[in-house]
């Protein structure tokens, strides 16, 4: 099954991490991956197809984000032409489970939509795989300027659904898609499915015009573009994505490659070392080493690096044997073209440079072979890798004293929030609560997330717990903006002062005693 292999590869390339936890996290991460299908277009008009593809896009982006393991578009149209279906088929029930069994999915979601009279109402259900037992229909409905609420509380629902534990607020959730338009998304959708190359780089062109801090479309729009061969456009596109977003990995390897095809050999090797600090997958670390060959700098480090990680790969074996002809060491470059010819038997260059290297053919003239670039990425298992390395660090977190426990968490949640990510935020301050149920840093982080998310009540009561649990400046600037919004001047007044009283220097705080002061309202 192809990401069976893939988590095996993706598990290897990060175990090293923490290893005494990468057992328990790959035991932990079972139950979690989550297949969802477009949904059934219930209308009867065909030009609302792409909503259907538009459900499984949100879904899937919601419930990563939720912390489940959700499986791609390009696998699930993998999964499909492995069973001999076409993309565009409605599965029964038992092909459901095949599919499922296919991707080592544990849930599946399916759904239908229909639209009228400018609403559009749709329902999801959940089967869990192994218990071949299907939930009763989540529905949602809204007028269709709203698809994207409708989509986002069905992901809700489906998240409490496969986790009755999982407590980030339904707000959370809706505020994901804050200020995305929807014809920018409708034409990111049409760019994913479109039948023709050229239209869906139009379509992606188009998305990207329309929201261009949408990350998604950027990434799609710079790998359509590398596709196509404008290697200069694809790096520069990809190169937009910013390097704090969780797409910067998967931009910045296909970046490295669009640099590689432009003889920017130093930029592509700089890209690539950036990806594979974080996730040193073989795919990652091999490209890394063979960039720095084109620059004759030795790469073998690299290379090996990415050979023990998929020892069975003949490409990594036949990079080595090149770069160790390259320094003269014929012993070493011996042995691994051997084993690049023994894996991969038809391949002709292989056999001539291991007659070579093996002194039964003499090198013709102008033989000078190179080291192989790795084109192919699994997007599989880059999210493994991460979904892991995430497993590992909760495993690890769970033995320390809980309130490193929460400090921990209410970092990376601090992190996430500074990215604008406030779903992940939530869950990294929901996790610090359960740990320390007192942490001040923790009840103010979930207070702006609350903010962020419009929930001004929740916010409020959020940061009265952090002020009840430890006076801090945070907290007070976050009532200060609430009170602020709702031209409550001088509640605001009297936040403000408290927290300069906490930290006379705080930047926010001042900024705030300005436009207080211009509105006439002094500090107590």
């Known amino acids: 099954m192809r990401l069976t292999s893939f988590s095996r590869i993706a598990l290897v390339a990060v175990a090293t991490v923490v290893p005494a936890f990468a057992a328990q996290a790959q035991e932990e991460a079972g139950g979690r991956v989550v297949l969802v299908l477009p949904f059934d277009n219930r209308s009867g008009q065909a030009n609302l197809d792409w909503i259907g593809e538009s459900f499984a896009n ?89 698809l994207l609420d409708v989509e986002n509380n069905l992901a809700w629902l489906v998240a409490r659904t496969m986790d009755p534990k999982f407590n980030v607020s339904q707000t959370t959730f809706e505020a994901a898609s804050a200020g995305l338009k929807l014809d920018a998304y409708e034409s990111y959708i049409r760019g994913l499915t479109a039948p023709t190359a050229d239209e869906r780089l139009n379509r992606l062109k188009t998305a990207v015009q329309l929201a ?50 432009s003889a920017k050999y130093a930029d592509a090797e700089a890209a690539f070392a950036t990806v594979s600090t974080k996730l040193p997958l073989p ?117 320390l004293p809980v309130d490193q426990q929460a400090a921990a968490y209410t970092q990376a949640g601090q992190d996430y929030l500074n990215q604008g990510l406030v779903l992940e935020a939530e869950r990294e301050f929901q996790s610090a609560l359960q740990a320390d149920p007192k942490s001040s840093e923790a009840h103010v982080g979930l207070a702006m997330v609350r903010e962020r998310s419009g929930n001004a009540d929740d916010a409020r009561k959020e940061a009265q717990a952090s002020l009840n649990a430890k006076p801090n400046a945070a907290a007070y600037l976050v009532l200060a903006r609430l009170d602020i919004s709702v031209n409550n001047n001088v509640a605001a007044a009297s936040d403000v002062g408290n927290a300069l009283r906490l930290e006379p220097q705080n930047g926010s705080a001042l900024a705030m005693k300005n436009l207080l002061a211009g509105r006439g309202v002094s500090l107590p």
Request: charged content about 20%; cysteine-free; overall charge neutral.
């Open 58 to 146: 949100t879904l899937n982006a919601r419930l990563r984000s939720a912390g489940f393991l959700t499986i791609s578009r390009d696998d699930r149209v993998y999964a499909l032409d492995h069973l001999g279906l076409p993309e565009g088929f409605r599965p029964s029930r038992a092909t459901t489970i095949r599919i499922a069994q296919t991707l080592d999915a544990q849930f599946v979601v399916v759904g239908s939509f229909n639209v009228a009279d400018g609403t559009v109402t749709a329902g999801a259900q959940v089967l869990a795989v192994n218990k071949l037992n299907m939930t009763t229909p989540l529905e949602q409905s809204a007028g269709l300027p709203r």
């Open 283 to 399: 795919e990652v670390v091999n490209n890394q080493g063979v960039a720095m060959a084109r620059q004759h700098k030795d790469g073998i480090g690299q290379l090996s690096r990415a050979s023990q990680a998929d020892p069975q790969d003949a490409d990594y074996h036949f990079n080595l044997a090149v770069s160790y002809r390259r320094k003269g060491d014929n012993v070493h470059a011996k042995e691994q073209i051997d084993q690049a010819v023994k894996l991969r038997p038809n391949d002709a260059d292989a056999k001539q440079l291991q007659a070579v290297i093996g002194g039964t053919q003499q090198a013709p003239a102008g033989f000078d072979p190179q080291e192989r670039i790795r084109r192919t990425y699994s997007e599989a298992a880059f999210r493994q890798a991460a979904f892991q390395l995430d497993q590992i660090r909760a495993a690890h977190l769970a033995s």
């Open 212 to 261: 261009p801090d949408n990350t998604d479309a950027l990434l799609a729009l710079g790998k359509m573009q590398y596709t196509r061969g404008d290697y200069e456009a694809a790096a520069a596109t990809l190169g937009k994505v910013p390097s704090n977003d969780p797409l910067a990995l998967e931009a910045g390897f296909y970046r490295g490659l669009a640099q590689f095809n």
